[in-house]
């Protein structure tokens, strides 16, 4: 099938360890109250790429405090100078925060405290393929209602031996702020409904994301956008992780790909039933199948209709309802918006749109036979 994936797919994730520790009956939610009370320092060979990601134990002495900090120290990449330097990065960061809590641990001494000191540091790689991701999780205790926890994000191109941004992953000129944004809010949006989250809906709430926002890569090649406690959300919540879909940005990655296998243009089957298209399918200039929109959505039983003005195609049918913005490359699912890898195209009075609006806004199913044959399944 016609369907672009991330380039940048990535194996051999470990799961996310949070080293933040607060106290118990400040947590209400226990879902939260689980990802905030274990730390984990992870000492993990990656094999795969012969990079390996060990663990260095540091001990300050630092007396009257409780301390377990364990931070990554990369090895295996072929550029041994930048390697260093990553190195260096990392622990001047612990270093200099292990600085901070020492200078309030001796003023905390002048006082009659009846709390001991924390300070934890642990780590997690999240993905160690193509991009090595690794988060650094710091919490420090020192009084008050609860800690402070920080997560550090290090993402690192192993064949280009460089550490990476967010806009690095995106094609130049893309709009993927923009994308991206419509994607966490719809999730926020969702959540705040289903009373599943708390967000702030003041002058704090979430507004958008920047070239160089805090992410990390997952163990299936997705991009996972991070916030720190008190970014968008109430301190119990956590640290916001938002996943976004490879299919929803395909089109936007630079390193992604568009091929077309070799179909018959001329008939589909659908839900088994094989039809003869009276307008063919076409493969456009990138490779991207094209298939008639009406006539297909007619065959699924939906009703098309078209809003000449606003070049808005629509299909429906009870409580579904999809569309296509001709001429561009955002659709809609329901009240939700979705980018896909080609434009939409609108050719003699027929709205063409690309394979993949059957799985990425329907959430059908798509396969090609050995004999060139595509079947879609809804």
Known sequence: MNKRVIAIGLAGCLTMGNVSIVLADKITDVNVKNELENPISINTELEENEIKVETEIIKPNIDGAEIDIKIPVIKGLKDSQYQEELNHLIKAHTEE?????????????????????????GHDIKSSEDILSIVVDTYIFTGGAH????????????????????????????????????????EINRQIKDEAKSYF???EKFVTIDDSHDFYIDKDGNIVITFQPYDITPWYMGHPEFKIPNKSI???????????EDVNFNKI???????????????????????????????????????GKNKVASMNKEAVSAGVYVGGDK??????FVYLEEESKLIKGTTFV????????LQGETTITNDGMLNIKY
């Open 269 to 307: 089957t659908i839900n088994g039933k094989e039809v003869k298209l009276n307008t063919p399918m076409f493969k456009s200039e990138k490779g991207t199948i094209m298939i008639p929109f009406r006539e297909v959505a007619e065959t699924l039983e939906f009703k098309v209709t078209w809003d």
């Open 147 to 186: 800690g402070s926890s920080r997560r550090d994000y290090y993402n690192i191109d192993i064949d280009k031996n460089q550490t990476i941004q967010l806009s690095d992953l995106f094609k130049d000129g893309s709009d993927f702020k923009s994308i991206i944004n419509d994607q966490i809010n719809n």
């Open 97 to 121: 925060n292990i600085k901070k809590f020492e200078e309030d641990v001796e003023g905390l001494k002048k006082l009659d405290i009846e709390w001991k000191p924390q300070m934890i540091v």
């Open 201 to 203: 809906t003041d002058d």
């Open 250 to 260: 395909a089109h936007i990655l630079k390193d992604s790909e568009s091929t077309a």
């Open 331 to 336: 659709y809609y699912f329901s009240k939700a």
């Open 354 to 361: 690309p394979i993949s609006f059957i799985e990425q806004v």
